[in-house]
Each structure stands twice: as C-alpha cells, then as structure tokens.
C-alpha cells in the first residue's frame, strides 16, 4: 500500500483514481460529501437503479462498498440520522479491498471518511485503513480542504 494524505478537492484528483466516501443505507445523500457525490454523479438515482432493496428488507447493504461507475459508496449505517460504529467501517473497507482486489483496481482516493458529519475520529479511522490495505499494492489518497 502507498498511504498519501494531501489538501485539495477530491472531485479533483487525477483520472484513474476510484472514489470512495461513507453514506447510509436508506440513501439519503442529503449532507456533507455525500450530497456532492449527488450532485456531480446523480449518486442516489443510480444506487436505487443498481442496488434495489429486497420486498421486505429496507436497509441489506450495511457494511458493504457499493461500486457504482468509479465510486465505492461505503454504507456504514442504516439511516441517515444514525452514527456509524468503527466495525460497520471495517466491513465497508473489507468489501471496498477485496472489490479492489477482484477489479484489479490500483488507486483509491476518498475525503477523511467517517470523520465529517459522522464524527468517527479519524486517527482510529485512518489505522483501520492502513491495516486492511497493508499488504496490497493500492494506491490510497486521502483529499482534505
């Protein structure tokens, strides 16, 4: 792994990079990055198009990395209004590795996530990272303004 943090617009960085960020399972999208990752992507649209919920399950994709075109979507909670914990964070960053893994996807960039709006704090968010890409050969950028 190649573990970089730098300042600057994640919607910026190079092509070739995949994005990552945090949402809830109701895919609300409605603050913080997530409503960015809207906005520039119509992020909510394609995740009800591509990952529709069963008849009688509301909230199935909690602790998964969602990929819908360059995007991991984590889904680290069931509702919006809910916190995430730092085990459902570690499901989404396993999925998010083996989906990597699987693609042969190389670059990986994404905000601090869990630590915005979430209020994960971010020095424990960051060792789960480094921990679980620690022995692949992916590229991590971390973007913060």
């Known amino acids: 792994?190649?573990?970089m943090e730098m300042t600057g617009d994640l919607f910026a960085v190079p092509q070739g990079y995949?994005?990552?960020h945090c949402i809830s399972g109701d895919f609300?999208?409605?603050a913080g990055i997530a409503k960015q990752f809207d906005e520039v992507y119509n992020m909510r649209f394609k995740l009800f198009r591509d990952y529709p919920f069963e008849a009688n399950e509301k909230y199935g994709y909690v602790g998964k990395a969602l990929l819908v075109d360059n995007v991991f979507n984590l889904v680290t909670k069931p509702r919006h209004y809910h916190r995430p914990d730092y085990d459902t964070l570690l499901d989404t960053i396993?999925?998010?590795?083996?989906q990597c893994e699987n693609l042969n996807i190389t670059k990986l960039a994404m905000p601090k996530i869990g630590s915005g709006l979430?209020?994960?704090d971010w020095e424990k968010?960051?060792?789960?990272?480094?921990?679980?890409?620690d022995?692949?050969?992916i590229e991590i950028l971390i973007c913060s303004l």
Do not use: H
Request: aromatic share 10%; no cysteine; proline share 0%.
């Open 1 to 3: 792994m190649n573990y």
């Open 18 to 20: 995949y994005l990552a």
């Open 94 to 98: 396993i999925d998010m590795r083996d």
């Open 28 to 30: 609300s999208l409605g």
């Open 135 to 137: 022995d692949s050969d």
């Open 125 to 133: 968010v960051k060792e789960i990272i480094q921990d679980v890409f």
């Open 118 to 120: 979430d209020r994960l």
